[in-house]
């Protein structure tokens, strides 16, 4: 089996030229994790995620400290936004390389790259680099898993 057979191929996309304020409304209608960008051409240039939006709001010295266990409240921090000078700028200064699989991709060999990068999601391109998919660690996971039931 391959990515394509387990991948969500009706993917919300967006072009470059889409601000932060517009992306982060993006990701509250469609309730998702990771969106690629796409140039005209549907050719996959980046992506970001929810998580690369929420590191506007958390306070710098979260980066700074190993263990967040005593801070039990983040006080007036956590009713702060970014400012708009922030939200309107193109998602091209947040955006970030896309770590991607072909279509042909083993699901193995995908999981253990999102394993190993850390990704939740992963797109899945064409071999001219046209966003075809996204697979989730769940969509590989219980592909493998379905193939156990035929195991004597």
């Avoid at 995620?49 to 967040?68: C, K, M, N, T, Y």
């Avoid at 390389?97 to 990704?119: D, F, K, W």
Wanted: proline share 5%.
């Amino acid at each position: 089996m391959n990515i394509s057979e387990c991948m969500k191929r009706n993917v919300v996309s967006i072009p470059e030229t889409t601000t932060v304020r517009e992306v982060a409304s993006v990701f509250v209608k469609h309730h998702i994790g990771l969106l690629p960008i796409v140039d005209e051409n549907k050719k996959l240039v980046g992506v970001i995620g929810v998580r690369d939006l929420l590191s506007l709001e958390l306070p710098d010295f979260v980066s700074f400290i190993a263990d967040l266990d005593f801070v039990h409240d983040f006080g007036a921090v956590e009713d702060t936004r970014p400012s708009s000078k922030v939200l309107d700028q193109s998602i091209q200064t947040l955006m970030k390389p896309a770590i991607t699989v072909p279509e042909n991709s083993g699901l193995l060999r995908a999981y253990a790259l999102m394993l190993q990068h850390g990704l939740h999601d992963m797109p899945v391109v064409s071999p001219d680099d046209i966003l075809l998919g996204v697979a989730s660690r769940v969509d590989i996971g219980t592909a493998i898993l379905s193939t156990w039931a035929k195991v004597d």
